[in-house]
């Protein structure tokens, strides 16, 4: 009892303190504006005005007070008025929302140029990003002046008050479902990748892969720029391995994909991987196959690899290992049996696909995001007639786990930073280079490319 009585004269406290502190906040607001009248009296009209906002709501005396520091360079004549501008990204998250001052004659592309972050075009010196706004063939930004749109910068005429609005708009008519992908890539490449490189205990081949996979296809983002090669290259250099480890193969996978990612030699990752391939279960027989193809290792070289994709596929397989022997074919085109593998371990995957997506010991995130990276590698659309169930398709059914740029392992479920977020993040990647390369086979865990030899000079 003394505890409750305790905690209610504390909370008592704090509110009168509070409320104490907003009416000193108003007192001295107020005295301000009226110190302002006596100097200023032409503008007396926009100061009343502020005073009677302050009376009918005195509980935004900070947005108050932040429209009286937009007068005052107004009122001692630095500037003649001022726009506010706000900036909206194709996120729908607003990026910039200020009061900027302007003299009169001043034009809202210059106003634009000197007050906020700018990236322009080399060629054309065209505006491309706002504020940070991201950079998309299938968007542009576009203007609207009191929700006029602009079609010229330079000969739009305004006044002091008048609002304009950036938005990053689309330029092209993807459908819904496209540019809600969008939109959830470039919320987690935002507000949730970072993370992925500083506070996560190992290196994510799903968050690696994606952004990689973004910056060879020309988006908008790079490796660099949330993690140095050098400093990867450090992390892989000092790494201890437990070989004894159940997941020791799944772990020399996801190293080796990083380091071709980040352009890192991951020759000493693949012998360790040579040295336990006698002794793999059938997931690790793919996991060892995609390693393998990704450092180009010829058919010949993994042809036992290849009869155990081949006998498994008749087995009824388990949706993962379905997942995994797909991605891993995906680098063996050329293998006499590629098109009859694809075709059966896509029908297995059809018989457990519902419109919560791909069933492993029931529908999940993980499961729904291997099986649409694992189509989109061997050129399977996931919203084609086959992938449909009820209305639904396997990408509508992948974002019924997404929420502000994050997964979850269930419908419902809570949020998933390990395994469900930068896996689904890495489906919606592939399938989002796959549809703006018009549906091309993309896989997200790509060989590097092999340079062009140069020709000797004579």
């Known amino acids: 009892m003394v505890k409750k009585i305790s905690t209610f004269l504390i909370i008592a406290f704090m509110s009168l303190s509070l409320s104490a502190c907003g009416t000193n906040n108003r007192r001295n607001l107020r005295s301000e504006i009226d110190a302002l009248l006596a100097e200023y009296p032409e503008h007396a009209e926009e100061l009343e005005a502020l005073k009677a906002e302050l009376d009918q709501n005195p509980h935004n005396v900070y947005r108050i007070a932040e429209k009286l520091e937009t007068l005052k360079p107004i009122l001692a004549g630095i500037y003649d008025g001022y726009l506010r501008v706000k900036v909206i990204d194709l996120t729908n998250e607003i990026l910039f929302d200020k009061d900027i001052h302007f003299r009169i004659g001043d034009k809202i592309e210059d106003l634009i140029r000197v007050c906020l972050p700018i990236e322009e075009d080399e060629e054309t010196n065209e505006i491309k990003s706002i504020a940070n706004t991201f950079i998309d063939s299938n968007y542009h930004l576009q203007y609207f002046l009191n929700n006029e749109l602009l079609t010229n910068l330079k000969t739009a005429d305004f006044k002091t008050k008048d609002t304009l609005i950036v938005r990053n708009l689309l330029k092209y008519n993807l459908s819904m479902l496209d540019a809600t992908v969008d939109q959830v890539i470039y919320k987690f490449l935002r507000n949730h990748a970072s993370k992925y490189f500083t506070k996560m205990p190992v290196l994510d081949q799903y968050v690696v892969s994606g952004i990689s996979l ?6 908008d983002v790079s490796l660099a720029s949330f993690a140095s090669r050098l400093r990867i290259e450090d992390y892989y250099r000092l790494k201890v391995y437990d070989t004894s480890s159940s997941g020791y193969v799944k772990t020399l996978l996801q190293d080796i ?5 980040f352009g890192i030699d991951p020759t000493n990752a693949i012998n360790r991987l040579n040295n336990v391939n006698s002794k793999l279960s059938t997931l690790q027989n793919n996991y060892v196959l995609l390693a393998l193809g990704l450092i180009n290792a010829s058919i010949d070289n ?5 009869d155990v994709v081949d006998s498994s596929s008749t087995n009824n397989p388990a949706a993962d290992i379905a997942a995994s022997a797909l991605i891993a074919l995906a680098n063996y085109r050329d293998y006499d049996k590629y098109n009859l593998l694809v075709t059966r371990y896509n029908n297995n995957l059809i018989t457990k696909f519902s419109p919560n997506g791909i069933d492993h010991y029931g529908a999940n995130c993980v499961s729904t995001a291997s099986a649409v990276i694992a189509l989109i590698a061997n050129g399977i659309n996931p919203v ?11 990408i509508n059914a992948l974002l019924q786990y997404e929420e502000n740029g994050e997964f979850s392992w269930s419908i419902d479920g809570e949020i998933d930073t390990a395994f469900s977020t930068p896996q689904g993040f890495g489906a919606l990647v592939a399938y989002k280079v796959y549809r703006d390369l018009n549906f091309t086979p993309v896989k997200l865990f790509e060989a590097p490319a092999i340079p062009e030899p140069i020709e000797p000079e004579e």
Do not use: C, F, K, Q
């Open 214 to 219: 973004l910056e060879r296809n020309g988006y």
């Open 302 to 306: 993994v042809a036992d690899l290849l």
């Open 384 to 394: 084609s007639d086959p992938w449909t169930a009820n209305g639904s398709n396997l």
């Open 257 to 261: 994909i990083n380091m071709i990612n």
